[in-house]
C-alpha cells in the first residue's frame, strides 16, 4: 500500500530553518503531483506548498520567500526547506500526493503523511 513518512520536525527558535522530508512508499514521486500542508492546533489544515509537473511550485502567500518545496525524484523523496521561520510556524506539517492534477488544485490528495511537528520559539 502508498505510504508517505515525514521526518525533520522539530523545535526551533524564531529565524531558525528546518528541512522537513517526506519519504514515499509503493508509489513513483515522478507520477505524482504533491504538497506540504499544515495544521496548528484549533485551526483548521492549511496549504503550504505545491508541486507540479516539469517543476512547477506555488507558495501560500504567509511562507513565500522563505519556504522551498522540492523533489529528488530517484530517492522518492519531497523536500521542504523552511527559513526565517517565526511563531507563526509552529504545526503539525504533512506532505500529501495524488496522480490527478485536479486534486492538486482543490488540495483534495488522495494520499497523506501521519505528520511531522514544527515547534517555533
Known amino acids: 500500500h502508498v505510504q508517505l513518512v515525514e521526518s525533520g520536525g522539530g523545535s526551533v527558535q524564531a529565524g531558525g530553518s528546518l528541512s522537513l522530508t517526506c519519504v514515499g512508499y509503493?508509489?513513483?514521486?515522478?507520477?505524482?503531483?504533491m504538497g506540504w500542508f499544515r495544521q496548528a492546533p484549533g485551526k483548521e489544515r492549511e496549504g503550504v506548498a505545491w508541486l507540479f509537473g516539469a517543476g512547477a511550485t506555488t507558495y501560500a502567500h504567509p511562507v513565500r520567500g522563505r519556504f522551498t518545496i522540492s523533489r529528488d525524484t530517484a530517492k522518492n523523496t519531497l523536500y521542504l526547506q523552511m527559513n526565517n521561520l517565526t511563531p507563526g510556524d509552529s504545526a503539525m506539517y504533512y506532505c500529501?500526493?495524488?496522480?490527478?492534477?485536479?486534486?492538486?488544485?482543490?488540495?483534495?490528495?488522495?494520499?497523506w503523511g501521519q505528520g511531522t511537528q514544527v515547534t517555533v520559539s
Open positions: 509503493n508509489l513513483d514521486y515522478s507520477n505524482y503531483y
Open positions: 500529501a500526493a495524488d496522480r490527478q492534477l485536479s486534486a492538486c488544485l482543490t488540495s483534495k490528495f488522495g494520499y
